[in-house]
Every structure is written in structure tokens, then in C-alpha cells.
């Protein structure tokens, strides 16, 4: 992409990797954050993208902020809105397809302090707070992570 002055690729396993990308701003860019100023709204990570463009992103905010954005963004940028509603954010874009029993045995790992370093709590303990077998709550663990 030639607005893409300079990349830095941060491995975190081996099929995945962080990307931290310095772009330079094109006219584009700017109508783009023009549309989002002095609104009310947030961006939802993740944001995907293909070689040319943002290809999906969730906006959260009120009624008159999102119709103004679109408004604002319709003459310059070429877009689809694919959903409207009501936001929960437990079922945003980052734990879609995780269950509440998945979120709640997750919730409890971190109250007992499973994931506090050094760690407080054993999968044992997490499991008979959560009234699950130790394996039961390790795969509910590692489905949420």
C-alpha cells in the first residue's frame, strides 16, 4: 500500500502476530475521522481489512451520533451498513460465539485470581467454585482465551 510508511510484525505463536503499521494520512483518512469528530461513538475492535480498504468494523453510540456518521461518511466512502441494534457488549465482535457459561467460569478464574501473577487460584479451585469438572473448566477457559 504506498501510504504505508513503516511495519513492525511482533510474533505471539506461530500462526499469529501482532502488526503495528505507521500509515501516512491521505485525503481519505481524513474525511474519515471529519465524520467521527465531536460524536459520540466507538470503534469495536476488531477491524478487518483486505489490500484496499476496512472491510468491517462495529460502531457503537446513540441514534443521532450514528446517523450523523453516515451521513457524514455516505458522499465520501463507499459503505454498507449490515446490522443495527441494540449493543451488548457481551456478544461484541471480540467473544462472539462464547457462551455465558464460558464468560462466567472465565468471570470466576479471574475473581479467584487464576490469572494473577503470581497465580492465587489452582484449576481445582476454579472448577469447584464454578461446579464443573477440572477439565470442564479448563476447556471453558480455553475457549474464552
Same mark, same amino acid.
Given at each position: 500500500m504506498d501510504s504505508i510508511a513503516w511495519y513492525d510484525l511482533t510474533p505471539v505463536s506461530e500462526t499469529s502476530f501482532y502488526? =503495528? *503499521? /505507521?500509515? %501516512?494520512t491521505r485525503a481519505a483518512d481524513e474525511r474519515w475521522r471529519a465524520a467521527f469528530a465531536r460524536r459520540d461513538l466507538v470503534v469495536v475492535p476488531p477491524i478487518t =481489512? @483486505? $489490500?484496499?480498504?476496512v472491510m468491517g468494523c462495529a460502531i *457503537? &453510540? &446513540?441514534a443521532a451520533d450514528l446517523r450523523a456518521l453516515l451521513e457524514g461518511l455516505s458522499a465520501a466512502i463507499d459503505m454498507t451498513v449490515e446490522r443495527l441494534g441494540e449493543y451488548d457488549h457481551r456478544y461484541g465482535t471480540?467473544? %462472539? &460465539? *462464547?457462551t455465558d457459561r464460558q464468560l462466567a467460569v472465565l468471570g470466576t478464574a479471574v475473581e479467584l485470581g487464576y490469572y494473577d501473577t503470581p497465580r492465587t487460584a489452582t484449576l481445582r479451585e476454579v472448577a469447584a467454585a $464454578? @461446579? /464443573?469438572a477440572p477439565s470442564t473448566a479448563s476447556n471453558h477457559?480455553?475457549?474464552t482465551e
Amino acid at each position: 500500500m504506498d501510504s504505508i510508511a513503516w511495519y513492525d510484525l511482533t510474533p505471539v505463536s506461530e500462526t499469529s502476530f501482532y502488526a =503495528y *503499521v /505507521c500509515q %501516512e494520512t491521505r485525503a481519505a483518512d481524513e474525511r474519515w475521522r471529519a465524520a467521527f469528530a465531536r460524536r459520540d461513538l466507538v470503534v469495536v475492535p476488531p477491524i478487518t =481489512y @483486505d $489490500a484496499a480498504s476496512v472491510m468491517g468494523c462495529a460502531i *457503537v &453510540g &446513540g441514534a443521532a451520533d450514528l446517523r450523523a456518521l453516515l451521513e457524514g461518511l455516505s458522499a465520501a466512502i463507499d459503505m454498507t451498513v449490515e446490522r443495527l441494534g441494540e449493543y451488548d457488549h457481551r456478544y461484541g465482535t471480540i467473544t %462472539e &460465539g *462464547v457462551t455465558d457459561r464460558q464468560l462466567a467460569v472465565l468471570g470466576t478464574a479471574v475473581e479467584l485470581g487464576y490469572y494473577d501473577t503470581p497465580r492465587t487460584a489452582t484449576l481445582r479451585e476454579v472448577a469447584a467454585a $464454578a @461446579d /464443573c469438572a477440572p477439565s470442564t473448566a479448563s476447556n471453558h477457559l480455553r475457549k474464552t482465551e
